[in-house]
């Protein structure tokens, strides 16, 4: 199998592919660079004032305070990106909603996909005795809702390409992951498009602000949390946010909040850790989740979607009863499932998709994006697949089941840790996916408490689009594309989460 999108099957290719050139192509960036000095200095200071003072912050991890706040780390000015790649990335996604929408609700992919999984990885294995638990039961609430953001990269090696004409030889894009839960920067990623905005118009290239695309993140988002709580229908219900217990990430958070009440004043918006809806939630007699008093519509997560954040029993007791409610989920458990990185890999194998998409066209534009995604079973294809990596580890990365950041296996590593679990059945909960390399451009990565003249420095790119869905088993209601978010990293890094400290904000300056 090379490309998944090839239609090769696991044994039809090469298990031992030359190591890709470890290099990228260079996008011009959108102004002339560097820029000197003093004009670098003065628009720095304003653009870090501009950031705190319309919300474009976090929380500080090392000196922690409620009551205060410092700038995301940002990109000074936005990176270059081809105009036709961001638009096929924007109409794709309303097929990849539906494809996550029908996967999550096949129980029998999803149990396939994940049986070697959930033997071996504790966390996916809790997450899918709930999903038995619920459907053994009788789902009290067929409705989902999905807030997903599908993750891409720009791959500057695809022999296939027409090309983009601004990296040579080609330039296209392949998908690094969807996120079905907890997914970030709806408020983040207009506001780094307004940073960008407000920092050209200052260099004195306001006629370049056409090539920052509009950005309705935040609009679609909330709007698409206030439609699941009108077919809740009981105007009296509010909107619940499951948040972490420390939250650093909480403009992001807030925002929605605030936009949400904006939209419509009548909706309440409450927080809650897992522990705390452990201590007071409780379940009515037509199975209403009810916390303090107030019948929850929406249930809004934030936090659930990694292993420290159910420190106890108690909070999975308190993930199992929300499941049980009748207020809709985003993500109900199905689509948290749908959204795990193994489920993600038996997707790209051949021939799968049909399954799920009946259109032909729509079928050819999601194998088109896949990577190659390889399953790590203790079987001939996947003791294949880990001696292809272990003999060209840098063409490859491993994922484990996890979200937020900073799980990923790079280089050397996955030689060592694919040779340490050769005999071991903790491999399966493991995939492969090929290396994309993308381009790389100049830029100037702007950090608090960095220097008043940052240095140039090679940087990459990866893109976020937003999709809206709600539906149930026989009926999608609404399927949307509705904003975008950019997350940028110097090019040696192998990890690139703003919230984890490693990346920063951006946003995209379209290229024809």
């Known amino acids: 199998m090379c490309h998944q999108s090839c239609g090769k099957s696991v044994t039809e290719a090469s298990w031992y592919p ?53 700038f995301a780390p940002f990109v000074l000015l936005p990176s270059t990106f081809p105009r036709k790649e961001f638009n096929k990335a924007v ?27 959930i033997r071996v990885d504790e966390f996916t294995g809790n997450l899918f005795k709930i999903y038995e638990t619920v459907r053994s039961e009788g789902v009290a609430q067929p409705i989902s809702l999905g807030l997903i953001r599908s993750d891409i990269m720009l791959e500057s090696h695809c022999p296939e390409s027409s090309g983009c004409g601004h990296c040579s030889p080609y330039c296209c894009w392949k998908q690094v992951e969807v996120n079905t839960i907890a997914s970030g920067f709806g408020w983040l990623g207009p506001a780094s498009a307004a940073i960008h905005r407000y920092v050209l118009q200052e260099l004195g290239h306001g006629d370049k602000l056409k ?67 452990a201590n007071s939630a409780k379940l009515g007699n037509n199975k209403e989740l009810i916390i303090d008093d107030l019948t929850v519509a929406v249930v809004y997560f934030r936090s659930g979607y990694e292993p420290a954040q159910y420190p106890s029993d108690r909070e999975w007791s308190a993930r199992l009863l929300i499941e049980r409610s009748l207020a809709i989920k985003c993500p109900s ?6 959204g795990t990185k193994k489920v993600q890999q038996a997707l790209a194998a051949p021939n799968i998709l049909g399954k799920f998409l009946d259109d032909p066209a729509k079928i050819e534009a999601v194998q088109e994006i896949f990577t190659g995604l390889y399953s790590l ?37 996955v030689s060592e840790v694919l040779q340490s679990m050769t005999d071991s059945s903790e491999r399966t909960a493991w995939i492969l996916m090929e290396r994309i390399i993308p381009p790389i451009q100049k830029g100037y990565m702007i950090r608090p408490g960095g220097p008043s003249i940052p240095k140039l420095v090679d940087l990459v790119s990866e893109l976020g689009i937003f999709g809206v869905i709600i539906g149930n088993a026989t009926t999608i209601f609404t399927n949307s594309q509705v904003g975008y978010m950019l997350r940028t990293k110097l090019s040696d890094a192998d990890e690139g989460g703003v919230a984890a400290g490693s990346g920063a904000l951006d946003s995209p300056f379209l290229i024809d």
């Not at 009296?236 to 909480?250: A, G, K, P, R, W």
Request: proline letters at 4%; hydrophobic letters at 40%.
């Open 18 to 70: 030359v190591l890709r050139i470890m290099s990228a192509n260079e996008l011009d960036p959108c102004v002339k660079l560097p820029l000197d000095n003093r004009i670098l200095e003065g628009v720095v200071d304003k653009a870090k004032d501009w950031a705190l003072m319309h919300g474009a912050c976090m929380r500080s991890k090392v000196n922690f305070s409620k009551d205060s706040l410092q």
């Open 91 to 117: 109409s794709i996604q309303p097929i990849l909603n539906e494809l996550v929408h029908k996967v999550a609700h096949d129980y029998e992919f999803l149990s396939k996909s994940l049986e070697s999984t």
């Open 211 to 277: 090539n920052v695309p509009k950005n309705t993140a935040l609009e679609g988002l909330c709007g698409g949390m206030l439609e699941a709580w009108k077919l809740y229908d009981d105007p009296q219900s509010v909107i619940l946010f499951v948040v972490e217990d420390v939250t650093y990430n909480i403009c992001d958070q807030r925002f929605h909040e605030f936009e949400i009440r904006r939209q419509n004043p009548s909706v309440i918006v409450i927080r809650r850790t897992l522990t705390e809806i």
């Open 333 to 338: 458990i199905h689509y948290h499932l749908a």
């Open 377 to 413: 079973d203790l079987d001939e294809h996947g003791n294949k697949a880990a001696e292809m990596a272990i003999m060209n580890p840098d063409s490859y990365v491993l994922k484990p089941q996890r979200e937020g950041g900073g799980n990923n296996v790079y280089g050397e590593k």
